[in-house]
């Protein structure tokens, strides 16, 4: 036997099941629809999914190990978000999962190379987190949008939410998708007839490269998944005392990414809500253990693939309606948090509001999309507002 002081405890148990819970509970169902809205079948998105689970679950264990740190990982939900705004490019599905090809070669050259880690620093924070904000707004919008065609069931799920919020901020989200579920099952959905478990199974997807993707998915996916997801993970584990090499964790997330990406994988990072679960006091006083409950919490993920073929024709069969609405309120925060970082500053709040409102137009010019063209937009205002006012003889 092992000294008692080697065992998990199940206090680490529960903590790291938690943590596998809130990912995916809180934004499963937008990795689905943004795989869904690039042109990715139904056998693709399972094929993805389960790519993600082995990624989660691999790194968490791998990279918590190697630190004895707690470190989550966690696929890109704003970057999801993202995907969902596109719609299908001229090169279908395989031409987005280039795009999560590239997305994962310039997330692993940020941490090789320190220039281009530089180069990604010099966007202006404002201009980079309004775009976020923008891309955010149509599904923060969509709960609301909703409740005048589903007032009940709609209704329920946003006043969950709101509760919790004040009260288990959370289970929040977490408790608002269940609530969704149980109306799709219940409700008179039918999502659940004709489903059956099922073994999933990879899809190999070969990736296609072309400049018009890279510029409408590639790059604003690896600036949303900079800004949003690996750099305030980061930070969120350095408010609790830990202080992980960076740049390392970029190239293995990077890395792994571009790996996996021809099953259909989208770009993997730095969790940002989890990993204060992982980090925190709830995880135990015993701040050296506590990179054991992030690889538990990888391990759970690595668990929920197995089922990945039942909750992608769950949500590919049910109302839009109701899993927008749990999404949307998922994104809330991340929304506030983009919008209040875009607008703190006075002197940015112009070129800021610009790229929100370019970004939340849907503007689409020759099949580039939106958040493209945002931060054209948004970093030209910017430079503007700031260039020298010539003097007057």
């Known amino acids: 036997m092992p000294p008692a002081s080697k065992l998990v405890h199940p206090h680490e148990i529960l903590t790291g099941l938690l943590v596998t819970l809130v990912g995916y509970a809180s934004s499963g169902a937008i990795v689905i629809r943004g795989l869904s809205a690039v042109g990715a079948s139904e056998a693709e998105i399972v094929s993805a999914m389960v790519g993600l689970a082995v990624a989660l679950g691999v790194l968490a264990i791998g990279l918590s190990r190697w630190t004895r740190m707690p470190i989550s990982i966690a696929w890109s939900t704003p970057g999801m978000a993202l995907l ?36 990604v620093g010099a966007i202006p924070k404002p201009v980079a987190n309004a775009m976020l ?4 707004l149509k599904f923060c919008v969509a709960p609301f949008a909703a409740l005048t065609a589903r007032p009940v069931e709609i209704g329920a799920i946003v006043l969950t939410w709101v509760v919790l919020m004040r009260f288990a901020r959370l289970w929040a989200a977490p408790a608002a998708a269940g609530l969704a579920l149980a109306f799709m099952a219940f409700g008179g959905e039918g999502a659940f007839a004709g489903l059956a478990f099922d073994w999933p199974r990879l899809v190999l997807v070969v990736p296609r490269f072309d400049l018009e993707t890279t510029i409408s998915i590639a790059l604003p996916l690896f600036l949303v998944t900079m800004a949003s997801q690996n750099i305030p993970g980061w930070a969120v584990i350095g408010t609790f005392g830990y202080r992980p090499p960076f740049r390392p964790l970029l190239v293995a997330t990077g890395a792994m990414s571009a790996a996996l990406a ?56 049910s109302s839009p309606q109701l899993i927008e609405a749990a999404a949307g309120l998922a994104l809330v925060g991340a929304f506030g948090g983009a919008t209040k970082a875009a607008l703190d500053v006075e ?25 493209f063209w945002a931060l054209v937009a948004g970093i030209a205002v910017h430079v503007l507002a700031r260039a020298p006012t010539p003097s007057r003889r």
């Open 84 to 119: 969902a705004t596109l719609g299908v490019g001229a090169g279908g599905f395989p031409a987005a999962v280039g795009a999560f090809v590239t997305t994962g070669v310039l997330v692993a050259a940020s941490g090789l190379f320190e220039p281009l880690g530089r180069l």
């Open 133 to 136: 904000a923008g891309v955010l």
């Open 262 to 317: 021809p099953i259909g994988m989208p770009v993997v990072n730095l969790a940002a809500l989890t990993a204060a679960l992982a980090a925190g006091d709830e995880a135990g006083p015993d701040r050296s253990r506590r990179w054991i409950v992030a690889s538990i919490g990888g391990l759970g993920h690595m668990a929920l693939g197995v089922v990945a073929t039942v909750a992608v024709g769950l949500v590919m069969r």
């Open 347 to 371: 002197e940015d709040r112009i070129p800021a509001l610009v790229t929100f409102l370019v970004a939340a137009s849907g503007l689409s010019w020759h099949g580039v999309g939106s958040a």
